[in-house]
């Protein structure tokens, strides 16, 4: 059984940081960092394939870097600079190609807050 776990979550003021860990129980060609606000749908944040291509969302390219730990298994999301809109429950999301079709993976979530 697939299992992701998110930690690093938190309230911060604005301006301020906050690391996501996301340890996985298995190797993913495909994880990412989806949120979600209040009132508002599930969007990307940030994704990183195998070859290390990543992808970001417009709104937080220069503030925010994904990587990860093949190693470990292990997906990150560092956050600097953050603005009360970044506020959202993150997911972590790994992907895998099976059979005929992408199977979707999800963490439980972790709430982040930014606020003065």
């Known amino acids: 059984q697939v299992q992701l776990v998110e930690s690093g979550g938190g309230s911060v003021q604005p301006g301020g940081s906050l690391r996501l860990s996301c340890a996985a129980s298995?190797?993913?060609?495909?994880m990412g960092w989806y949120r979600q606000a209040p009132g508002k749908q599930r969007e990307l944040v940030a994704s990183v394939a195998n070859s290390d291509t990543t992808n970001y969302a417009d709104s937080v390219k220069g503030r925010f870097t994904i990587s990860r730990d093949t190693a470990k298994n292990t997906l990150y999301l560092q956050m600097n600079s953050l603005k009360s809109e970044d506020t959202g429950v993150y997911s972590c999301?790994?992907?895998?190609?099976?059979?005929?079709?992408?199977?979707?993976?999800w963490g439980q979530g972790t709430q982040v807050t930014v606020s003065s």
């Open positions: 999301n790994a992907r895998r190609f099976q059979n005929v079709r992408w199977l979707d993976y």
């Open positions: 298995a190797s993913f060609p495909v």
